[in-house]
Structures are given as C-alpha cells and as structure tokens.
C-alpha cells in the first residue's frame, strides 16, 4: 500500500517546505533557513501544490496537517520516515536535492 507521500510522488524536499508551511513561516524566512533563493523556494512549493492539488500555500499546510493526524491515528507518529519520500530518481528530476 502506497503512502500519501509516496501517492503524490512528492521529494525530499517539497516535504520539508510544507512542512515549514505549518509553522507559518514565509517563503523568504524558508529560503534563509535552507540557503536558497527565495525564487527557488517559491518555484518549489508551487511543483508541490500542483502535484497535491492545491492552489495556496493555506491549502497546502492544511493538507499536510491532516497527512500527519491520519499518521498519528494509525500509531505512527507524525515524523515522515525517509521511506515514505519519493525515490532519488524523481528528487533529481526536478533537481531539487543536491
């Protein structure tokens, strides 16, 4: 049984941007902590909101919220094992793992 990450073929790193999308942070203080442009970061959220179907970044922090309540209502913890990301393959792709 595929993942809701896995499902939405989503990369390392988009992961971590909607995860930094919980804590309300904007894309410039995103792309400070990570070391990006903010260009980049905002470039990669929005392949995120595409492939999860969403239109805003509201939108995207709800549908992870909810990915990680249903995590933790079948016992697993809301920390996203590397397991649950898309392959190396699809995180070079879009050339957003260095």
């Known amino acids: 049984m595929k993942t ?3 499902e939405f073929d989503l990369t390392a ?4 941007l909607l995860q930094a999308l919980l804590s309300g942070a904007s894309n410039k203080q995103i792309a400070r902590e990570l ?5 980049t970061v ?3 959220l929005s392949v995120a909101f595409q492939k999860i ?3 805003n970044r509201m939108q995207a922090a709800f549908w992870f919220r909810t990915y990680l309540v249903a995590r933790e209502e079948r ?3 809301t920390s996203v094992p590397l397991s649950e990301l898309a392959t190396d393959k699809t995180i070079n792709r879009y050339g957003s793992f260095r």
């Open 4 to 6: 809701m990450i896995q």
């Open 13 to 16: 790193v988009e992961l971590q």
């Open 35 to 39: 070391g990006k442009s903010e260009f």
């Open 42 to 44: 905002r470039n990669q």
């Open 53 to 55: 179907g969403v239109a």
């Open 75 to 77: 016992g697993l913890g």
